[in-house]
Every structure is written in C-alpha cells, then in structure tokens.
C-alpha cells in the first residue's frame, strides 16, 4: 500500500497557495483607491474649475469606475491567475497589445512612485507637524516641519519609505497584507475623526477657529481682487474637467486581478474588492468632499489655492 502524499501546495505546478482573503484584497482595493489623493482633488478643483461641482464629478467618475472595476472583475473570473494587464490583454487581443499596455501600466506606475514617496513628505508628514507646532505653540515641531521641507529631506524620506516597501513585500504576501491592513485601519480611524469633526462643525465654527491664523474674509477678499471668481463660465463643462482628477482616485479598484492566483474564493473575492470597494471608496470620497466643502467654503477653498498657486 503507497501512503498518499500530504497536499503542500493547491496547486503543485506554480507553488502557489491561495491566503489573501477577500477582506485582504478589498483593503488592498481601498488603500489603492486613494482617497486623500480625490480629497485633494476637491481642495483644488473650486480654483482650478471655477463653478464646478466635485460632488456630482465624483457621482458620474464612480459611476465610470464600477464599470473598470466589473470588466476587471469578470476578466478575473474567466482567467483567475496572477498577471494583471498582460494576461488580460495577451489573451483577449494579442500577447503585443498586452506587452504595450503592462509596459505603460508599468511606466506610469513607477512614474507615479516618485510623487507619491514626494507627498508622504510635503503633503502629509511635514504639514501635519507643522500645524500641530503652531496650534500647540511648540516651535520645536515647527522647525522641525520646516527641516523635514527641504528638498534634499524630501528626497531622503522617499528613499526609506521606497526601501521599507521593497524590504517588506520580499518578506512575502503574508507580511505585506498584514502591514497594509494595519495601515488602512489606522488611516480610517483619521477619516472617521474628519467626518465626525467636519459633521459636527460649521462653516462659522470653522472661519472662528482659523481666526487665530488669518483672516478668512480677508483671505476671499484678496484672491478675489486679484482676479479669483468662484463663478465658471460653464459649471457643466467644468464638473467634467474635475471628472478624470477624481477618477485618479476612484478608478483604481481592479488590483485583484494582479494577484488573482493568490486570492482565495476568486469569484467573490474579486466581486467584493473591486466591485464593492470602487463603490465604498467613491461614496467615502463624496460624503467627505461634501462636507469639507459646505465646512471650509466653496469660495475659500478657491480663494486660498488661488493666493497659494497664482502668487498673489
């Protein structure tokens, strides 16, 4: 009698074992859906689109970006394995048109890794330690926002955030849903405390407090003498303007498909963390951006970006 072989791998041709469960892959979706990049978006957009409407561009951008998220998905299901845009494109079209479109895919991500390891500086650890510094009086943190500004920082921090991510996804699959998930967790902790702080506070609450640093009439004021309106020529034509700056964000619910081979029960999981979680995200995005714009002021918002691009 031959005693059986214990069963090491699901599939024993690749090796591979399937332990990203469908909770993993839709953090996964959800961190890179990036909604800070589409709050962002909607800082900028009353300046950059004058008369726009973010919130309805977030509608219609999600609207667009379930449909990715379902092509992705029924892709996924028909071809489940690790491979993303290559496999995809390979089989449907021509192995050429795959190579072209993972190669630009490819590009344009690392493209991107540069601003991104730029912002985890200049967008996120300098400015919230700067206003931290100066709500608290600590000029200790205030310097310190300042030093971490430079560029020559800048550039130093990118290194260790672009060797910390490397260093952990060679630690393997495990490792590295488990820090991300962390992650996602802590930064929707953040999120929650913006929706409570922006849903429990008014326009009035919020010009009051920033008092104590400036003026916020004087602010709209000034952007608006030097040539601001928060009034577009066209606001239809403007909302679309805003759409693909929001679909930067919402758009991006299909990296299952990148590790489908891994994922565990792939017809739902790739529903759920990518379908779903394009859906989540855009709707996190609208009621945060919704309430940031009745909070702060559609015209200050404009006005501020206004005197901070323009140099005025």
Request: glycine residues 10%; hydrophobic residues 55%; aromatic residues 14%.
């Amino acid at each position: 009698m031959v005693a059986s072989k214990p069963k090491v791998f699901v599939r024993d041709a690749t090796g591979l074992i399937r332990e990203i469960s469908t909770l993993d892959a839709t953090i996964a979706n959800l961190s890179f859906i990036n909604i800070a990049l589409g709050v962002l978006t909607y800082t900028s957009a009353p300046y950059i689109f004058p008369g726009c409407d973010p919130v309805m561009a977030t509608v219609i951008a999600t609207g667009l970006s379930l449909s990715i998220s379902l092509m992705y998905t029924l892709f996924t299901w028909a071809m489940p394995r690790s491979g993303g845009d290559y496999v995809l494109m390979s089989r449907v079209i021509h192995p050429a048109v795959g190579f072209v479109a993972s190669f630009n895919v490819t590009f344009w991500y690392i493209f991107f890794i540069g601003i991104m390891t730029n912002w985890v500086t200049t967008f996120s650890l300098s400015p919230a330690i700067l206003i931290v510094g100066n709500v608290t009086g600590n000029q200790w943190l205030v310097d310190l926002a300042n030093t971490l500004a430079r560029p020559e920082n800048v550039v130093i921090v990118g290194f260790v955030v672009v060797i910390f991510n490397s260093l952990l996804m060679i630690r393997g699959v495990r490792a590295t849903f488990t820090v991300n998930n962390i992650m996602f967790v802590i930064s929707i902790l953040g999120v929650g405390l913006m929706l409570w702080f922006l849903g429990t506070s008014t326009n009035a609450d919020f010009a009051r407090a920033f008092g104590r640093f400036a003026s916020y009439q004087a602010i709209i004021s000034a952007a608006h003498a030097s040539g601001y309106s928060p009034e577009g020529p066209n606001p239809f034509v403007a909302t679309l303007g805003v759409m693909p700056f929001i679909f930067a964000s919402t758009g991006y619910g299909i990296i299952t498909s990148y590790f489908a081979g891994e994922a565990k029960s792939i017809k739902k999981n790739a529903f759920y963390s990518q379908v779903v979680a394009a859906a989540i995200g855009g709707a996190m995005l609208a009621l945060l951006g919704g309430l940031a714009l009745r909070v702060f002021g559609y015209d200050f918002l404009g006005s501020i970006t206004h005197l901070a691009y323009s140099g005025a």
